[in-house]
């Protein structure tokens, strides 16, 4: 009897801490009990996670006496309470392009305010935690500048180009690093055409080139090992897009759709462009392939136009959108539900919408969204 007894107690002993335990009952990064008072500031120190960015657009004379056009302004949103959020930035600043590092307590953002001509705008270290903005040096020009940021996987630096050469098209890998403040070139071949669009973990870039002349292969996204190495081409055809307009010869301008690589989900998501086909036009709609291309999976986009990818949450299976609408009563890409956030299940396709600019008092549009 005695012996029955220790054994139901063990069994109960047992049992409780099976209840307790999260990679038993639930996902290890479950989102904890907020305070009954959760911020935007107790996000930001303590669930950067969460954290969607968004550089929200206002009219010239929003606010009063604003002069040189529409104003650009960073906002921090909660992504459980899209209620919750507040200006990172104030008007000093014209916020382009943000994105968020891999732990998402920092971030680079670009600033038109500070545009270098062939360069790109200024770039700007924001430490999100603590509050802290820094532009960054260059050697050359009066400030760090460019655009394509991909943060590498420790956020100790990250890897950028500059804005497009204005006759020939040219652009090259960089590499800066943050604690030093200097930057490096990682491949550069004037006047070719090659950036980085992502990293691939742990040390494996993601660029796409022209430079047919050193892989003797077409124009599109190759592999790049971090010293500027050409691995190999990824040959999944959806991923190069071709215009067929009747007032140009066929495939005669290339257009480079936008493109994520997920880690958790093992698979790319990208925009497959439409076409231009006897005056129809066909609307982009955004897919998902596997790394060899044998999974292929895509979802239409019905009453708006694609226009960016967001962010991936593992947590609720969501992907998070940039969509331009084209509803009747909408006032274009800067209309009231102009550039929307919207949230894809990658499973069902099923698509709803997230967060509209009219959240904001008198912001009327968004221009660039990061989660």
């Known amino acids: 009897m005695k012996k029955l007894g220790i054994i139901f107690l063990l069994s109960l002993i047992v049992l409780s801490l099976s209840f307790c335990r999260k990679d038993v009952n639930g996902p290890i990064d479950e989102i904890p ?16 996670e969460d954290l969607v960015a968004v550089v929200a657009v206002f009219p010239e004379r929003y606010p ?24 990172a930035t104030d008007t000093t600043y014209r916020v382009t392009d943000p994105v968020f590092s891999n732990d998402k307590t920092k971030m680079i953002f670009g600033d038109m305010r500070r545009y270098i001509w062939d360069r790109g705008p200024g770039l700007v270290l924001y430490d ?16 760090l500048a460019g655009m394509n940021v991909v943060w590498d996987v420790n956020d100790m630096g990250f890897y950028f180009s500059y804005e497009p050469y204005f006759v020939a098209s040219a652009q090259s890998v960089f590499y800066f690093d943050l604690s030093s403040k200097t930057y490096t070139a990682v491949y550069h071949h004037f006047p070719m055409k090659t950036y980085p669009v992502e ?4 040390d494996t870039l993601i660029v796409f080139t022209n430079d047919t002349s050193v892989t003797h292969q077409p124009e599109g996204y190759y592999y790049m090992t971090t010293n500027g190495q050409f691995i190999s081409r990824i040959n999944i055809d959806k991923l190069i897009y071709y215009r067929e307009d009747a007032e140009y010869p066929l495939n005669l301008y290339p257009h480079v759709g936008k493109i994520k690589w997920y880690e958790d989900l093992q698979l790319f998501i990208f925009e497959e462009q439409g076409n231009f086909i006897s005056g129809i036009y066909i609307k982009d709609r955004i897919a998902l392939t596997s790394r060899d291309g044998t999974f292929y999976k895509y979802f239409p986009v019905n009453e708006v136009y694609f226009e960016d990818f967001i962010g991936w949450n593992s947590y609720d299976k969501k992907i998070l959108v940039l969509l331009s609408s084209e509803r009747p009563g909408d006032i274009g890409i800067w209309g009231s539900y102009g550039m929307k956030i919207a949230l894809l299940d990658y499973q069902t396709g099923e698509m709803k919408e997230f967060l509209l600019p009219k959240i904001i008092t008198s912001c009327i549009a968004f221009a660039w969204a990061v989660y």
């Open 33 to 48: 009990d907020p305070p009954a008072d959760r911020t935007i500031d107790w996000v930001i120190q303590n669930r950067p």
């Open 64 to 87: 009063a006496g604003g002069i040189g056009g529409n104003f650009q302004q960073l906002a921090l949103f909660d992504y459980y309470n899209p209620e919750n959020y507040k200006f």
């Open 128 to 143: 999100i935690v603590q509050n802290t903005f820094e532009q960054l040096p260059d050697p050359v020009a009066s400030t």
């Open 199 to 202: 990293l691939l973990p742990p």
